[in-house]
Antibody
Framework: QVQLVESGGGVVQPGRSLRVSCAASGFTFSSYGMHWVRQAPGKGLEWVAVIWFDGSNRYYTDSVKGRFTISRDNSENTLYLQLNSLRAEDTAVYYC??????????????WGQGTLVTVSS | DIVMTQTPLSLSVTPGQPASISCKSSQSLLLHSDGRTYLNWYVQRSGQPPQLLIYEGFNRFSGVPDNFSVSGSGTDFTLKISRVEAEDVGIYYCMQTLQIPYTFGQGTKVEIK
């Protein structure tokens, strides 16, 4: 069965960096576009970024452009999100989610359990 | 960006009674070139990640019971639960995937009376 398991969250000071990961199993990872979605405590869902099946294209929401980088290692079936220049408003649970096709289009059919990133001094 | 607006933001329903959630988008989510409606619905139960309920406008995802349905078109959609049960408690989100950045509605919290 499809499984997505995030890791790497934690407490980090403002301005510092963190990398979160998403280990995928139960499907052909290299055939799907993948997403990161975040949820601040007690708030709604916010789409963050998408990466195509082969890593050739990546797109971001404006608030993270230039600070966050989505990447993937298809040989390791792992999705990454590098978070740089972190701000208090980046505090959230970060979910990885699978897109419906190789560009990540249409809908997100499976989600991980999420990893909490807390930005605080 | 496409703005998604849900109403109401909360709903308290007697078990066995119906419930409806409205989702309006700032532009049409129907792409004529492929005939798809780029609207999806998710439910997030307490402490859990979101789960896909309805995809491409009107299609129930695998395992979703048939008491969930969607009506509407273009910019106005309504998620209907024909008979609310205890396990339907959660926050329901609509989401558009027509245009990046993908955007969600604010969420509608469904509770049992």
């Amino acid at each position: 069965q499809v499984q997505l398991v995030e890791s790497g969250g934690g407490v980090v000071q403002p301005g510092r960096s963190l990398r979160v990961s998403c280990a995928a199993s139960g499907f052909t990872f290299s055939s799907y576009g993948m997403h990161w979605v975040r949820q601040a405590p007690g708030k709604g869902l916010e789409w963050v970024a998408v990466i195509w099946f082969d890593g050739s294209n990546r797109y971001y929401t404006d608030s993270v452009k230039g600070r966050f980088t989505i990447s993937r290692d298809n040989s390791e079936n792992t999705l990454y999100l590098q978070l740089n220049s972190l701000r208090a408003e980046d505090t959230a649970v970060y979910y990885c989610a699978r897109g419906q096709n190789k560009y990540g289009s249409y809908y997100f059919d499976y989600w991980g359990q999420g990893t909490l990133v807390t930005v605080s001094s | 960006d496409i703005v998604m607006t849900q109403t109401p933001l909360s709903l308290s329903v007697t078990p066995g009674q119906p419930a409806s959630i409205s989702c309006k988008s700032s532009q049409s989510l129907l792409l004529h070139s492929d005939g798809r409606t780029y609207l999806n619905w998710y439910v997030q139960r307490s402490g859990q990640p979101p789960q896909l309920l309805i995809y491409e406008g009107f299609n129930r995802f695998s395992g979703v019971p048939d008491n969930f349905s969607v009506s509407g078109s273009g910019t106005d959609f309504t998620l209907k639960i024909s008979r609310v049960e205890a396990e339907d408690v959660g926050i329901y989100y609509c989401m558009q995937t027509l245009q990046i950045p993908y955007t969600f509605g604010q969420g509608t919290k469904v509770e049992i009376k």
